[in-house]
């Protein structure tokens, strides 16, 4: 295949902005894909779920602390009331009913009152769980915020380099001939296309070649193609 041999250079660049801009595209992806935003989201996602639980749980102790309240009003509405009783009653058997009465309900309140004192404080460690719970959730939030910061801008950093690459490409391709670039991009999609001839080294392949295929390397015209005996690909002599 004749070729003009100042286009290899050309066909060498091509093939690095080629390669440049499929790891930039695949790093534009993975940026895309948003994986540190997106474990985030779901450390979020689970926090808010045991937040919502604390709430209920939270919300059913304090139901509890009103019904010991409420039943805490009652017990000493009727201990008031029983002393009052004992207070105007002159009856021996009416007295030792109400005492004994005083007793059992000193008793329930002493019962409520230390339920109560409990009640309190399971109340008073969930609010402070609850609070530990929404620090944590807006120390996460302001994670988010950093990650998708980041993430924006590079992405915008990764499409800027890859709209100049594609504009360099776009040149090397168009100043390159058009069998050659068919050529590159069929043998492109075995592996390394073109590679520099260094001493007995193939650039592509990094193969040592033998002396009788060097022999017939350098036998070939300089406006021949010549290919890689072991990977096929483009050769570039010095």
Known sequence: MKIDPRQLPVLMDFSQQIFQIRKLEAEASTIAAGEESESIREKLLLLSAEASQMLSDHEEIERDLRRSETDLELVEARI???????????????????????????????????????????????????????????????????ATDEANRALARVTLELSALRDQADESRSSIDSGLVELFERLSKRGSAIGSLRGSTCGACNMNLTSTALGAIRAIAHDELATCPECSAILVRE
């Open 80 to 146: 008031a009331k029983d002393e009052q009783r004992l207070t105007q009653s002159s009856d021996a058997k009416t007295i030792t009913g109400i005492q004994h009465e005083l007793i059992t309900l000193g008793k329930r309140k002493g019962e409520l009152e230390e339920a109560q004192l409990l009640q309190m404080e399971r109340v008073e460690e969930s609010r402070a769980v609850q609070l530990e719970t929404q620090v944590r959730r807006e120390a996460l939030q302001d994670d988010l915020k950093v």
